[in-house]
């Protein structure tokens, strides 16, 4: 991740293309309606788009035919929901693609529904799942960024796993072996950016503390602020 283009087989690449096709569909709806509802809720969108592009910018080669970076999907993720992230992951692959040839166009299909729809899914039911349990904000983020990041290279093993089956072992061995390989880069990375992403939300709680509240996002802090307050 990013699949190099022309790096899949068509049949492949046309298949991942239809898989992702409805949750950017049902994302572009969900943008619509949240800039209609909330036309404030534009800068903090745009903010998590240049956030998803930088990080998932910085090539780091990997397994042959594709590279391990950041994505910065799960702040995106965390603040609007998986379908709008659906959208803005598109647009940044998409943008890579043509400016930076990072990724492809006949690949893009298949880098899509890894970074910018299987990842944020996975990061934000981890972070629902731990606010659930009470569990620190912050906490929450640091674990729903890191799984956004690790699963999208969970999948994307999965995708090259399919396309190119070991000669000898077949599918389980040819996914053990790009897994492997992704794993010595991308869990440090994976780290690394659930660590930057608690960073980045601590910067907006302290400047658009407002917003994160009307996302849902620092609702339960800012209730209990407002309760002692009113004490």
């Known amino acids: ?90 647009i940044t692959l998409l943008f890579q693609a043509l400016l930076l040839a990072h990724g492809g166009l006949t690949t893009l299909g298949a880098n899509v529904f890894s970074m910018a729809i299987a990842g944020p899914w996975a990061g934000y039911a981890v972070y629902r799942l731990l606010r659930k349990f009470g569990l620190p904000l ?7 960024a890191f799984f956004a990041d690790l699963v999208t290279y969970c999948v994307t093993s999965l995708q090259l796993a399919m396309a190119f089956p070991d000669p000898a072992s077949g599918f389980p061995g040819s996914l053990a072996k790009f897994g492997g390989i992704f794993a ?17 939300m601590r910067l907006l709680m302290a400047s658009s503390k407002s917003d994160l509240v009307r996302l849902g996002v620092a609702k339960l802090t800012s209730a209990r602020t407002e309760e002692k307050a009113a004490a």
């Open 138 to 144: 912050m906490v929450t983020v640091f674990f729903g």
């Open 1 to 90: 991740m990013h699949i190099a283009e022309g790096f899949l087989p068509p049949l492949h690449a046309v298949a991942w293309g239809a898989a992702s096709a409805p949750f950017v569909v049902h994302g572009v709806r969900s943008l619509t309606r949240e800039v209609k509802a909330h036309p404030e809720s534009t800068l903090l969108l745009g903010a998590s788009g240049a956030f998803t592009f930088v990080l998932s910018a910085l090539k780091i080669p990997s397994v042959t035919g594709s590279c391990s970076h950041p994505t910065g999907t799960g702040l995106g993720a965390i603040l609007f929901r998986p379908p709008i992230m659906a959208v803005l992951g598109t």
């Open 184 to 200: 010595v880069t991308q869990i440090p990375l994976a780290v690394s950016e659930g660590l930057l992403t608690v960073l980045v």
